[in-house]
């Protein structure tokens, strides 16, 4: 009954945004998961309404009505049969409209959790791998599976315009498909609390129409940078490369996310800030400010002139 | 009626009473110790020194206020001549001025402090701990100082190790110990001209770290010969700004100014990086790995990205550098020591992820290596 009283309020926030949000689906699960809760919706509002009419015979109603409903049929059918007879057409309902896929996918994305980030890796038909993180670039109209694990705590996934919400677990690897029906973009955060910067931990996902993802697939297959880019001497230098992985070059850390076209992505931070060159310049030298309790140290002993070659350089990675 | 008339003749104790009486007691008290201190009537001259029975008792209190706060923890081992030798350059500096040495008599103006600093020949009396709490803590209303660092305690050890060593000591073993056996060499004409050679305070800190050929007289000092100058200039900045927690450093750098900062960084840098101790010996790929590559699943970056001869001006270069200084330095951030430097902040977290086994094998690791030229990128 609480929640019934608090949906309108949700209603009217759900209605200010439509990158997030699972009332404006934008793909067959999400679609399915807004169906479930219409309905929902609907049959316990009539719940809801017929036991305030029962309440109110029962206090206000004449002798014969509260007969009627002290009645041990009357206690049988409305609080036995009913009841079992609605949670089980509803239960039934959800797991049909929420039936596992039964066909393969046309792509295979692995995103794994980590304290405050998302690493991405998007599997390809001759299995190696794109590496990526905090932005997944999907084609539209195609069914995908993220293959989804964390590697420290509890993580969850949650695209609310494209479906429903997974954990991340350690130890276990949990599978959710996906699918956009229009290209755009639609937000995702982590969906349970794991410490810390926890709520400036988001991503994008970017539905792409199918050529469109293709030639993006392709050109990302290929590294931007060569060590002898601009800036890549400083950035290495700076011990970058110990945390963080630039295709193509020598860099080559896990510990920190991938940034091998990180100038492509609209944000950066894990989707915290907007990328270019200041923001990052921002974040090596002062980033505890803005992402507080991050894992990436603040590289104070940098000079300007060095902070802002090494931003270039990544900005331009695109 | 006799009770009557008791108790016509005598104050009745109530509660109400015995408050009132209690209450003007403390007040007067109050106000007489007020006058006391208002009116000057106490004579605060050390040269007047305290009545007999105040001094026995203010000992009393003191030495059973050491003994009660001393820490219950096991010391290093206090014979090592590595924390010998750092505590008597430490002592050179800190300590003799006040309390003497074999080569120099208590100074006849710290004398007439009140209390008059003890000659230190006679710390047998107190224990390991209580010396090493007394170093760290100072003791108030008599002039002996806090550790500065006060997260720095091997620190505090190394001077408790040599105070344990110097009764008995003669001048001349004494000078070696303090002031080391380094020749700095002459000054160039230039600098002779000028005025402003660095061989002076060279040689404050080759007490303890060396110079020319010759490497730091103690395991727990870093080598310097060959370091970046940018780095050793920022790190003398962080101590003299105390961004960098260390009793010893702190005093040693406080009086620099930047210009000599910048002699001494670049005389070091200017020497040739010493040869490492002992052979590569046997190789261990769990840790070639962890250097090289880290740990991403531990959030663990490898060391060499930073720490070799490729990376910026700004980092320590590691190879060649003593074991038990690494060691130390990656085992006081794992334990919590945070100093406000960048460069804490950026090494305080991954030293933290490190198990003590990890620390020392990487110690380990790089002592071994040969150090080696100048940075690709300046």
Request: charged share 20%; aromatic share 6%; proline share 6%.
């Amino acid at each position: 009954m609480r929640s019934a009283a608090a949906l309108p309020f949700c209603l009217a926030l759900g209605g200010c945004s439509t990158v997030q949000s699972a009332l404006s689906p934008a793909g067959e699960q999400a679609a399915q998961i807004a169906v479930l809760t219409w309905i929902l919706l609907g049959v316990l509002g009539g719940v809801l309404l017929i036991v305030l009419g029962a309440l109110w015979l029962a206090i206000r109603g004449s002798d014969n009505a509260r007969r009627l409903l002290s009645a041990d049929w009357a206690v049988s059918i409305g609080g036995i049969a009913f009841p079992a007879v609605v949670l089980t057409a509803l239960l039934a309902g959800g797991l049909w409209l929420m039936r596992p896929a039964t066909t393969d996918a046309a792509l295979t994305i692995e995103v794994e959790g980590r304290q405050w980030w998302w690493r991405v890796g998007y599997v390809l038909d001759d299995g190696t791998r794109i590496e990526a993180a905090n932005e997944i670039r999907i084609p539209v109209g195609q069914e995908v599976d993220f293959v989804l694990t964390s590697s420290d705590v509890i993580h969850s996934f949650w695209v609310p315009s494209l479906g429903g919400k997974l954990d991340m677990i350690p130890g276990r690897t949990n599978r959710l498909r996906l699918k956009a029906e229009r290209p755009g973009i639609y937000r995702g955060q982590c969906a349970e609390y794991c410490g810390g910067p926890h709520a400036l931990m988001a991503f994008e996902v970017v539905a792409l129409p199918e050529a469109d993802f293709a030639a993006w697939r392709q050109a990302a297959g290929q590294p931007v940078s060569t060590v002898r880019e601009s800036g890549f001497d400083v950035f290495a230098a700076a011990g970058c490369g110990s945390c963080h992985a630039i295709a193509g070059t020598s860099a080559n850390g896990r510990v920190g996310p991938d940034l091998s076209r990180v100038g492509e992505r609209r944000m950066m931070a894990a989707a915290t800030m907007p990328t270019s060159e200041e923001n990052i310049a921002r974040f090596i030298a002062d980033g505890q400010r803005h992402k507080p309790g991050n894992l990436m140290p603040e590289f104070d002993v940098l000079t300007d002139e060095q902070t802002k070659t090494i931003a270039s350089y990544l900005a331009r990675l695109k | 009626m006799p009770s009557a008339r008791k108790s016509a003749l005598t104050i009745r104790l109530s509660g109400r009473r015995i408050l009132i009486g209690l209450g003007s007691l403390v007040s007067l008290g109050l106000v007489g110790a007020g006058m006391f201190a208002w009116l000057g009537i106490y004579n605060v001259a050390a040269s007047v020194g305290h009545f007999y029975v105040v001094d026995r008792i203010l000992r009393f209190g003191m030495e059973n206020s050491v003994k009660a706060r001393a820490p219950d923890i096991v010391p290093p081992d206090l014979t090592d001549p590595n924390l010998i030798r750092l505590g008597a350059a430490h002592y050179y500096a800190g300590c003799a001025y006040c309390h003497g040495s074999p080569d120099t008599p208590i100074s006849p103006i710290a004398h007439s402090m009140l209390p008059p600093p003890p000659d230190l020949g006679g710390v047998e009396r107190w224990k390991d701990q209580e010396l090493f709490w007394l170093v760290r803590n100072g003791l108030k209303y008599t002039g002996m100082p806090a550790w500065p660092g006060p997260s720095r305690d091997e620190e505090v050890w190394a001077a408790v190790a040599f105070l344990r060593a110097m009764p008995g000591m003669n001048r001349a073993q004494y000078t070696r110990l303090a002031l080391g056996d380094v020749e700095i060499a002459a000054q160039s004409g230039e600098e002779i001209a000028t005025g402003e050679g660095p061989s002076d305070a060279v040689q404050a800190c080759a007490r303890c770290h060396g110079g020319g050929a010759k490497g730091p007289e103690s395991d727990l000092v870093p080598v310097l010969h060959g370091q970046p100058a940018d780095m050793m200039v920022q790190a003398l900045r962080d101590y003299a700004a105390g961004r960098r927690p260390s009793g010893i450093m702190q005093a040693a750098t406080s009086g620099l100014t930047e210009r000599e900062m910048v002699q001494l960084a670049t005389y070091y840098a200017g020497l040739t990086p010493l040869r490492p101790e002992g052979a590569p010996g046997e190789t261990d790929s769990r840790v070639e790995r962890l250097v090289a590559e880290g740990d991403a699943a531990r959030n663990i970056p490898g060391c060499v990205q930073c720490h070799d001869n490729r990376a910026l001006p700004l980092y320590p270069r590691l190879a060649g550098q003593s074991a038990r200084y690494l060691e130390g330095r990656l085992t006081a951030w794992r334990a919590g020591l945070r100093g406000t430097s960048a460069t804490d902040a950026i090494m305080a977290p991954i030293a933290g992820r490190l198990t003590p086994e990890e620390i020392s094998r990487i110690a380990q690791h790089f002592a071994r290596q040969p150090a080696a030229g100048e940075s690709a990128v300046r």
